[in-house]
């Protein structure tokens, strides 16, 4: 211990519990190093600490990804197959010609079906596909039931499809979609005749350029359900491959009236005023038909 109380201070010495020389050595090194020394020092220190916190996080990392992947295989091994649908329940608002099942069959849901593999947006998508069903929403009830809301398509006017042999009476929609015939209907509805099918069947559409004048009966409809109870009958008269007349038969006169390819309420409040005016005249007996198309009435006589 010469040489540590020779050159080292007291401090080191007095009031100390017995260290070895390299001890006093180490300790009176630290305090007495150059800034540089201590700065390299503090370095190498941080840099085993970070190594330290570092080595540490990815072990919390790697044990939690364990805890995730052993909740995954648990909940396909376990669970999933334990959450099956069981229960649908279909609520339709109108009239539609088929049953349940066959609403399951379009939205795919025939057999064993895993409740968490249903998207109810690809079940909306497939109800709508089909050409009898308007709209549809499809909402999940955890843990194994689904709700379907049906709207189908609505009946704007009857069809008479001559099949040959008889003519089956169906309907069509806004749209132009030829639907079935609700049984026992007795809604008032114009008869559309002149259109032309082959093998009609619901789910076939209206030729292209007619569902135009649809849309607008359909309008007419919402705006005066008066005027329009009061058609029996449009005729759709092909003048060429795009271009049609349209010729109407009021219910309540025996007169023809030919119009142009629209519709709309003052269109009809006007052909109901020259009626009314030539049944006050007593020329309904002779009177043929009353053409519209020009912007001015014409009045055509029988054998005239």
């Known amino acids: 211990m010469r040489f540590a109380a020779q050159y080292f201070p007291k401090r080191y010495q007095a009031g100390r519990s017995p260290v070895s020389s390299f001890a006093v050595y180490e300790r009176y ?7 540089l020394g201590r700065k390299k020092s503090r370095h190498k ?11 540490r996080i990815l072990s919390v990392l790697i044990i939690f990804l364990l805890l995730v992947l ?4 648990v909940f396909h091994l376990v669970i999933t197959p334990r959450l099956v649908l069981k229960k649908v329940s279909v609520d339709i608002d109108g009239y539609y010609p088929y049953g349940n099942e066959e609403i399951l069959r379009i939205a795919g849901l025939e057999g064993g079906v ?44 009857s069809v008479l499809v001559d099949t040959g042999n ?21 809604k008032p509805m114009p008869v559309i005749s002149g259109v032309r099918f082959v093998d009609a069947r619901p789910g076939m559409r209206f030729p292209e350029e007619l569902v135009r004048y649809l849309e607008q009966l359909s309008d007419l409809k919402a705006a005066s359900p008066e005027l329009f109870s009061l058609i029996s009958e449009i005729k759709f008269v092909k003048k060429s491959t795009t271009d049609y007349e349209v010729v109407l038969f009021p219910g309540h006169a025996r007169v023809r009236v030919r119009t142009g390819p629209e519709i709309n309420p003052e269109l009809l409040k006007g052909i109901l005023l020259v009626i009314d005016v030539v049944q006050k005249q007593g020329l309904t007996g002779s009177l043929a038909e009353l053409d519209f198309r020009a912007g001015e009435v014409v009045y055509r006589t029988r054998g005239g």
């Open 166 to 186: 008889s003519s089956i009476p169906l309907c069509v929609d806004r749209e132009g979609y030829i639907i079935a015939a609700e049984a026992g209907e007795n």
């Open 29 to 35: 090194y630290a305090d007495n190093q150059s800034p």
């Open 114 to 157: 895993s409740f968490l593999g249903v998207r109810e947006r690809d079940l909306e998508e497939k109800l709508i596909a089909n050409p009898l069903i308007k709209d549809a929403r499809v909402k999940k009830q955890f843990p194994h039931s689904i709700a379907m809301s049906i709207v189908p398509r609505a009946a704007l006017a």
């Open 70 to 73: 052993i909740g995954e295989l």
């Open 45 to 55: 220190h941080n840099r085993q600490k970070g190594a330290l916190d570092l080595n």
